[in-house]
């Protein structure tokens, strides 16, 4: 029996913070303020690079690599993009002109826009929601004496995940850079000569792709 | 780039060097090959920076060699070069 290795990005989203410099980096931790999740914050290009990287995992174990549905919203609105972005066919049925304005998370509601992400957006909340109420319920068996984990693990959404392992390879003494070399590459080990990912927000070489389409 | 800044390159150099294989040893005291890389880049950066201050002054505020002068202030700073 094969199983399927899933990819999620939530995970894998933390290491590219470290790339990021303050301002992007306390942007990336605004996702709670603006409804959205990091998970969010991975575009599909990205993504698919993941994948590939995970196909020989996956073959050692006789599985395959299957993506996971992931809900498509934008940080911070309803889904509506600005006129000139790359994914600017998604603003077609929206009026507002400025996203930031016009759909920001106070006045969901309120969004002029009809496309489809619109429900997407408000099922995205409802599943936090959910997530919330489950936590409350948890706190609130604890404090009536119940330490049981019962009431804290069960979540359906998780149910078709299997169990993971982590783990990290102990360093060892090889491949060491040139004097030189290791202080132009900022590191000694090529080992740990790591390559610059993208940006969490999809821009190549660490450049945020909206100020790159804004220029 | 004049001598003075191709010591105080080879100096960070050094100290860079030396700096990771003082991270590896944290979790690796035994490995004797980081030892040997340890004590060859601790040599070569006191030899740097002893060359240094004898030519150029202190580089940090325990390299005041001279007992009629304080040079330590009287120095650029090291990030002034």
Redesign the interface.
């Known amino acids: 029996m094969k199983h399927p290795v899933h990819i999620l990005p939530l995970r894998l989203n933390r290491p590219q913070e470290m790339y990021m410099n303050s301002e992007e980096s306390s942007k990336a931790m605004d996702y709670r303020k603006n409804m959205n999740t990091p998970r969010d914050m991975i575009d599909d290009d990205m993504l698919l690079r993941l994948m590939r990287e995970a196909e020989p995992a996956a073959a050692m174990f006789g599985g395959n690599v299957r993506r996971e549905n992931r809900r498509r919203t934008n940080a911070g609105n309803c889904g509506c993009r600005t006129a000139g972005h790359r994914d600017a066919h998604l603003s077609d049925n929206c009026r507002s002109e400025r996203i930031d304005n016009a759909c920001n998370r106070n006045s969901l509601s309120e969004c002029q826009c009809d496309n489809e992400n619109r429900e997407r957006r408000n099922d995205h909340i409802d599943n936090r929601n959910h997530a919330y109420g489950n936590n409350r319920h948890c706190r609130e068996d604890y404090d009536n004496g119940n330490t049981s984990c019962d009431s804290c693990v069960k979540d359906d959404r998780m149910k078709h995940f299997r169990l993971a392992m982590a783990y990290v390879p102990f360093q060892e003494w090889e491949k060491i850079y040139e004097d030189e070399a290791a202080l132009a590459r900022g590191t000694l080990f090529e080992a740990l000569d790591l390559p610059w990912y993208q940006s969490a927000c999809g821009g190549e070489n660490g450049n945020c792709r909206k100020c790159t389409d804004n220029r | 780039m004049n001598d003075q800044k191709k010591l105080k390159k080879m100096i960070?150099?050094?100290s860079?060097?030396l700096y990771?294989?003082v991270l590896?040893l944290d979790?690796?005291p035994d490995?004797r090959?980081?030892l040997r890389?340890y004590a060859k880049?601790r040599e070569k950066l006191l030899e740097a920076m002893r060359m240094y201050e004898a030519e150029y002054g202190p580089l940090t505020m325990y390299g005041n060699t001279s007992c009629d002068s304080w040079n330590w202030v009287r120095e650029p700073w090291p990030w002034e070069l």
């Open positions: 960070e150099t050094y860079f060097v990771e294989t590896y979790t690796h490995c090959s980081a890389h880049y």
